[in-house]
């Protein structure tokens, strides 16, 4: 079951995707300030038991119900382990190894058309009108990180390959949780994922040489991660899986990258062009397309 609406909910529905995609948008922010500081799969096992904790005790505190069929916690495993081991683990190891964030975001932007080309082929209803909207929100994505796409050194096999991984994590992810995922309270459903995502993390992150040195940013970024990306941000991402279409929740990702790049002009004065202007306008009408189509 998940929890009942509050008076009011209309209008937290309504505010969702908004919610969503700023918290979403500053995943690569906390990757500038984390990064130099940690290896990525150590960081990220430490966020996903600290997430695993908080949610348990949610849980606990809350008197939530666990999912009661055990089909349920293998569903729920599989997409913790796609949707939160798999994509950022691919993300942050890619950026790690030298793949810019612009690029990254790219390529991970591909995601919405991905999964729109997979739904037409299994019988989905893609619209018309969608197919233009997911097209304007990907020419907007290019225009938002064409300037980054010149930087030499950025790609490689390995971070085509780790880029790639994430990619196909978040959107067979998405896909599997619309499929097989019943609705349950996102509390108890997200301390599963967070479970199968560290243990599938641990192993991987053993292998890591480095170690985390902890310090103001490195610290920052871990409870940011935390409380407002697991918390908040995967809480919010499930929600929405749960009460829209796959496609149009997809295509809110196209509006992550331009976010960030106006969180990067204001907290990094990371310059904003005319085209990164144009680019913003062509994703938000393509997104506003997409969603409106798909109704409700």
């Not at 997979?118 to 989905?124: A, K, N, P, R, V």
């Amino acid at each position: 079951m998940t929890p009942a609406t509050p008076a009011g909910g209309s209008g937290w529905l309504r505010a969702m995707p908004v919610v969503f995609v700023l918290i979403w948008s500053t995943g690569f922010i906390v990757a500038r300030y984390g990064m130099p500081y940690a290896p990525p799969l150590k960081f990220l096992a430490v966020r996903f038991a600290l997430s695993l904790a908080c949610f348990g005790a949610w849980v606990a505190l809350a008197r939530v119900e666990w999912p009661k069929q055990r089909a349920q916690w293998t569903h729920l495993a599989v997409t913790g382990v796609l949707m939160h081991a798999g994509y950022l683990g691919g993300v942050w190891a890619a950026v790690r190894e030298g793949m810019g964030a612009g690029l990254v975001a790219l390529l991970v932007g591909i995601q919405p058309v991905l999964t729109a080309v997979w739904l037409s082929f299994t019988g989905g209803r893609i619209t018309g009108r969608q197919w233009i909207g997911l097209g304007l929100g990907f020419a907007g994505l290019v225009l938002v990180v064409l300037r980054k796409l010149g930087q030499g050194g950025e790609v490689s096999v390995q971070t085509m390959a780790l880029a790639l991984m994430a990619l196909l994590s978040i959107t067979a992810g998405t896909l599997y949780q619309k499929r097989f995922v019943a609705p349950c309270d996102v509390r108890s459903a997200s301390a599963v994922q967070m479970a199968a995502a560290v243990l599938v993390t641990l192993p991987f992150a053993a292998l890591e040489t480095d170690s985390i040195h902890w310090n103001l940013y490195s610290g920052g970024a871990m409870a940011w991660s935390v409380l407002a990306l697991s918390l908040g941000g995967s809480s919010l991402l499930y929600m929405l899986i749960q009460r829209g279409t796959a496609t149009a929740v997809t295509s809110l990702l196209y509006l992550v990258p331009p976010c960030t790049a106006v969180m990067a002009w204001l907290l990094f004065s990371e310059p904003i062009t005319l085209v990164t202007v144009l680019g913003i306008g062509l994703t938000a009408a393509g997104v506003s397309l997409v969603v409106r189509s798909g109704g409700r």
